[in-house]
């Protein structure tokens, strides 16, 4: 818990990370649709639209890190690591 301010760095960091597990996640959700088709199952609607929803998420963390790295870091703010 930060109780004297934020790591910009480490937040941008985590967002990073949280973003390629998005990307490595919508790569599973695509051949998952792929054999889905090849199974001729009914629908991959839903597993399309998952697929849709991981590649927005990445966009918006890519987006929350961008602006992470440019926020004003605080000079003068002291973090402690707890």
């Not at 930060?2 to 985590?14: A, F, R, S, T, Y």
């Not at 199952?41 to 963390?61: N, W």
């Not at 440019?70 to 002291?78: P, R, Y």
Request: with cysteine.
């Amino acid at each position: 818990m930060c109780q004297n301010g934020v790591n910009h760095n480490q937040l941008k960091l985590l967002l990073e990370i949280a973003g390629e597990q998005c990307g490595v996640t919508e790569g599973w959700v695509k051949e998952i649709a792929h054999l889905a088709g090849h199974a001729n199952l009914e629908s991959t609607d839903a597993v399309e639209r998952a697929a849709r929803l991981l590649k927005e998420a990445r966009r918006l963390l890519e987006d929350a890190g961008d602006e992470a790295g440019a926020a004003d870091t605080g000079d003068g703010v002291e973090v402690t690591v707890v």
